[in-house]
């Protein structure tokens, strides 16, 4: 596709819920990050990937998130038992060469927990 | 580790003036990348300008430019002739050259006054 697609736009989840978010990179790009917004924040990394090895996931905040990737295009970050404090815009950016072409973002998925 | 300051958490300017939008990092590092994104309401979070920090010369791209200032560890973004289209929020960023990880810093909210 011509950018990176993020699903759902919109999730409301009740607190101790799995919520399962998809990212759709642009095609034949290698590198693929989630990042993590809360409400007035700044984007946080939680993980990245190339191809389908996940290089880092030094940022995911607890054993309750998990991201893969298994072919090397579409990744979904799944967070277990979701709670209050995950509520936030999670983006997804895709690469092709970071330091050519630089990173190309999705609109994110806005996860609110009640 | 690296870290990213902006300062200034809201600003407004009135259309077609100038507006400077200031940013200070940390680091260690001589070999870096600079960034200025900005995220519209979409939420989707898009490359304005880059700075690469071995290159003295100052980044410019149509309306923006920046004030690279090394040693000081500053970098910040003009916006000349603002428009109504740029309100937005701001957000300063750093990668190391060798790094995948972008750090953020907590954006600017920049208000276009008819």
């Known amino acids: 596709g011509a950018g990176v697609s993020q699903s759902p736009r919109y999730k409301v989840a009740k607190r101790g819920q799995d919520v399962a978010l998809r990212c759709d990179p642009i095609?034949?790009?290698?590198?693929l990050f989630w990042y993590q917004q809360a409400l007035g924040q700044g984007p946080e990394f939680l993980t990245y990937?190339?191809?389908?090895?996940?290089?880092?996931k030094s940022g995911l905040p607890s054993d309750r998130f998990f991201a893969e990737r298994p072919e090397g295009s579409v990744s979904t970050l799944k967070i277990q038992r979701t709670q209050q404090e995950d509520s936030a815009v999670y983006l997804c950016?895709?690469?092709?060469?970071?330091?050519?072409?630089?990173?190309?973002f999705g609109s994110g998925t806005r996860l609110t927990v009640v | 580790a690296q870290t990213v300051t902006q300062s200034q958490p809201e600003m407004s300017v009135q259309e077609a003036e100038t507006v400077t939008l200031s940013c200070t990092y940390d680091?260690?590092?001589?070999?870096?990348?600079l960034f200025w994104y900005k995220q519209p309401p979409s939420r989707q979070m898009i490359l304005v300008i880059r700075?690469?920090?071995?290159?003295?010369q100052n980044a410019t791209e149509n309306r923006f430019s920046v004030n690279f200032q090394k040693a000081a560890k500053s970098f910040s973004l003009k916006i000349s002739d603002s428009q109504l289209g740029d309100a937005a929020m701001y957000f300063c960023?750093?990668?190391?050259?060798?790094?995948?990880?972008?750090?953020f810093g907590k954006g600017t909210r920049l208000h276009i006054l008819p």
């Open positions: 960023a750093y990668r190391s050259a060798g790094g995948v990880k972008i750090i």
């Open positions: 700075q690469e920090a071995y290159k003295q």
């Open positions: 950016a895709s690469s092709l060469d970071a330091d050519i072409y630089g990173y190309t």
């Open positions: 680091t260690s590092e001589s070999d870096y990348y």
């Open positions: 095609s034949g790009h290698v590198s």
């Open positions: 990937f190339q191809n389908e090895a996940q290089l880092d």
